[in-house]
């Protein structure tokens, strides 16, 4: 089975700054799917960024980049120029296209994030 | 375009009793999952539907059940609830069964057993 592991329950990060959020996953497949999910106050998932493990180059969106090390099996997600809108819990999810578990996402225990005016 | 739509956004039930919860996805997905948050344990994996077929079920036991309608909306029942059973429930559509579509998420429905 696979797990996903997000060491920092919390963090804080001042307006305008970079933060890094950080994932590890543990799986014996080779094909897969990573993802860093935002779920605001609201409590609506939103998907931030999403990652195919075939793929070698860094998934990027915006102000929002990953960094993937597939041999370290590690995920992290790196926020520039930090924004108050983007105060909100991140989870990092994975997802195995194959095999009995097929497209289910397995989520981390998330990081809970806070943007400082 | 309407996103995932989920009834109620609150929901207070006593032990023993019997919970619904519906889950309209966006139009034109037929892949629907439900996801549970409970307080210290992250999301996890409750069921799948695709196309009126239950695909695949989390580690839950069986009182935890659903369905998917012909229009692929979807109830999850809950019976015999337990106080553990307090969470919020997260309903999740996509157009297709596959790792390159994104999963839309609704807001949720808070259950609370009392």
């Known amino acids: 089975a696979q797990t996903v592991t997000q060491s920092q329950p919390e963090m804080s990060v001042q307006e305008a700054e970079t933060v890094t959020l950080s994932c590890t996953y543990d799986?014996?497949?080779?094909?897969?799917?990573l993802f860093w999910y935002k779920q605001p106050p609201s409590r609506q998932m939103i998907l931030v960024i999403r990652?195919?493990?075939?793929?070698?180059q860094n998934a990027t969106e915006n102000r929002f980049s990953v960094n993937f090390q597939k041999a370290a099996k590690s995920f992290s997600l790196k926020i520039s120029d930090s924004q108050l809108g983007d105060t909100a819990m991140y989870f990092c999810?994975?997802?195995?296209?194959?095999?009995?578990?097929?497209?289910?996402?397995?989520f981390g225990k998330g990081t809970k994030l806070s943007v400082i005016p | 375009e309407a996103g995932v739509t989920q009834s109620p956004t609150h929901l207070i039930k006593t032990r023993g009793q019997q919970a619904t919860l519906r889950c309209s996805p966006i139009?034109?997905?037929?892949?629907v999952y439900w996801y549970q948050q409970a307080l210290g344990l992250g999301l996890q994996f409750l069921l799948w539907?695709?196309?009126?077929?239950?695909?695949n079920r989390g580690n839950f036991p069986p009182r935890f059940s659903g369905r998917q309608f012909p229009n692929y909306s979807s109830e999850l029942n809950v019976n015999a609830l337990e106080l553990e059973d307090s969470a919020l429930y997260l309903c999740?559509?996509?157009?297709?069964?596959?790792?390159?579509?994104?999963?839309?998420f609704g807001q949720g429905t808070r259950l609370t057993v009392v």
């Open positions: 539907y695709d196309e009126g077929e239950e695909r």
């Open positions: 999810a994975f997802m195995n296209p194959s095999g009995a578990g097929s497209y289910q996402l397995t």
């Open positions: 999740a559509s996509s157009p297709m069964a596959g790792g390159n579509t994104e999963a839309f």
């Open positions: 139009s034109g997905h037929t892949s």
């Open positions: 799986t014996s497949e080779n094909n897969y799917y």
């Open positions: 990652q195919e493990a075939y793929k070698q």
